[in-house]
């Protein structure tokens, strides 16, 4: 059926440095990529996405990149801070209604 | 922002309680989904609904059910807990529009089944 692969599962970043998260999917239907930050005690929260016409987008220090032939996508954080810890999650949709979630990636930035 | 509320945010209980955990939003979402979550860890999706007396069951097994009466409101029951339910369960919804939408999420309830 149809998985996403996330790596690596434990990141463990100095503050500053760059943190990057890489997702591989299986449904080469797959449209719609968004990534979720779960802080401890919440829910996951959107917090950047990108569609399959689109190869990269960015928000102030987050990007995704979208390689749709390797049917990989992945999160970039530039200059990361200590509120940055937290668990990442990637998705992957393919139109309609199934959304397949990563396992899920533990950010620690080490102050 | 979205809105999507949970209660209880937490729940201890004994075994073989009827418990029923609540999820309502106010964004008019079509969509909406029950996860469950040990903390910090894989998303497994136990119900969702695409609309009014709409439900249907996820990829992961679960004893419980759920019910769509109404838009905003999606409650999940355990009609006798157990232990293994002992969990954290997320509720989420999404909009219905052309093209795929991200889901909004509820805090959560973290339920522990004595």
């Known amino acids: 059926g149809e998985n996403v692969e996330q790596h690596p599962s434990t990141l463990s970043v100095q503050e500053g440095d760059s943190a990057v998260i890489k997702c591989t999917y299986s449904?080469?239907?797959?449209?719609?990529f968004p990534w979720y930050k779960q802080e401890l005690g919440k829910g996951p929260q959107l917090i950047i996405d990108?569609?399959?016409?689109?190869g990269e987008k960015k928000d102030q220090r987050i990007a995704v990149t979208l390689n749709k032939t390797a049917k990989h996508f992945s999160l970039h954080i530039t200059e990361t801070q200590p509120e940055d810890s937290a668990v990442y999650f990637c998705?992957?949709?393919?139109?309609?209604?199934?959304?397949?979630f990563g396992a899920g990636t533990r950010l620690f930035v080490k102050a | 922002e979205a809105d999507i509320y949970q209660t209880p945010r937490y729940l201890v209980i004994g075994t073989g309680k009827k418990i029923t955990l609540e999820c309502s939003q106010t964004?008019?979402?079509?969509?909406m989904y029950w996860y469950q979550q040990d903390p910090g860890m894989e998303l497994h999706l136990i119900h969702y609904?695409?609309?009014?007396?709409?439900?249907e069951k996820g990829d992961l097994s679960s004893e419980s059910t759920v019910s769509r009466i109404r838009t905003e409101h999606f409650p999940l029951t355990l009609e006798s807990a157990r232990p293994s339910h002992t969990s954290q369960y997320l509720c989420?919804?999404?909009?219905?529009?052309?093209?795929?939408?991200?889901?909004?999420f509820g805090d959560g309830t973290r339920l522990s089944i004595l």
């Open positions: 989420a919804s999404s909009e219905s529009s052309t093209g795929d939408q991200p889901q909004h």
């Open positions: 449904d080469s239907a797959s449209n719609y």
């Open positions: 990108i569609r399959s016409n689109v």
């Open positions: 998705a992957a949709l393919t139109g309609g209604f199934k959304t397949i």
């Open positions: 964004m008019g979402h079509d969509k």
């Open positions: 609904s695409y609309g009014v007396n709409s439900t």
